[in-house]
């Protein structure tokens, strides 16, 4: 059971992963898919993003002093700071600040929100267990992997707010769009979500007889049941909005619902992994 500084570390992770990638998404779906009326919703997340990475930043002082009297600490926050973790920080304060500063900006600012979007995405990158392998590759591979992640977490809200709001030609639209991107980066989420969990595993027993292989498993089960419940939708729901059937709007907006819990669920489960477990040695 992890101590009151673990348990702390894990939470601000889940807000700082909820933060990063529905804010991001967001505003990778607005540049792609023309939406509108989102901007205020982007901008909470990143304020979200943004004050969980801080409180990451200071509890990692309090992890350094095992009290709470390391998060006002300069010298341990210093020392934290000179290490990959307060380069981290940089790039998420700057990235988060940059896209909460463009979103009102128009278009030019929504491209200046779409660039803090990717430095933010790119910091984790920067810490975590993949940077211990010290390969570039793997890197620009998790940054797709997160990129794909956040332009599903970011479609989730738009689409489910014009099927709550009764606009069926416009919500059939934009699910049929998203479901033909969808069918490009589903693969590549499958695809690169398997590399790096053999890189990071490395055998079936670490995999089955390991605590964080054991949560890495979960992982894997509910981005299986976030795929189902998209796959739903665009062989069911979205043809049926097409063709006028009532209820599907409903139906569709219950189902996105669905989609939320389950992206909770893995981004929980991403927090324990990279915040309470260890990698298998």
């Known amino acids: 059971m992890p101590d009151i500084w673990g348990l702390a570390a894990m939470a601000t992770k889940f807000l700082l992963y909820l933060g990063v990638l529905t804010s991001a998404g967001t505003v990778f779906a607005v540049i792609m898919f023309k939406i509108s009326g989102v901007r205020a919703f982007a901008s909470i997340f990143a304020a979200v993003g943004l004050v969980a990475a801080v409180l990451g930043f200071l509890l990692g002082g309090a992890a350094l002093t095992g009290d709470a009297s390391g998060m006002t600490d300069p010298e341990m926050l210093g020392l934290l700071w000179a290490t990959p973790v307060g380069t981290a920080l940089a790039y998420r304060f700057v990235g988060l600040a940059l896209l909460i500063v463009g979103l009102p900006l128009g278009h030019p600012g929504l491209w200046a929100s779409a660039l803090g979007g990717l430095l933010a995405l790119w910091s984790f990158a920067i810490v975590g267990h993949i940077p211990d392998r010290e390969l570039l590759w793997l890197d620009a591979l998790l940054l797709i992997h997160l990129i794909a992640m956040a ?49 990071l595993v490395g055998s079936i027993n670490a995999l089955l007889g390991t605590g964080y ?69």
């Open 213 to 281: 292989g054991q949560a890495l498993i979960v992982k894997v089960l509910l981005v299986g049941v976030l795929l189902s419940l998209a796959a739903l939708n665009k062989v069911r729901f979205v043809p049926k909005l097409m063709a006028g059937e009532a209820q599907a709007s409903e139906h569709l907006s219950r189902s996105i619902s669905f989609e939320w819990i389950a992206v909770v669920a893995i981004l929980l489960t991403t927090a324990i992994l990279t915040s309470v477990l260890t990698l298998p040695s």
């Open 151 to 199: 332009m599903w977490v970011g479609i989730l809200t738009p689409l489910r707010r014009l099927a709550n709001v009764g606009a069926t030609s416009e919500t059939a639209d934009l699910g049929q769009r998203f479901g033909r991107l969808a069918m490009l980066f589903v693969p590549l989420l499958i695809l690169m979500g398997l590399v790096m969990s053999y890189i």
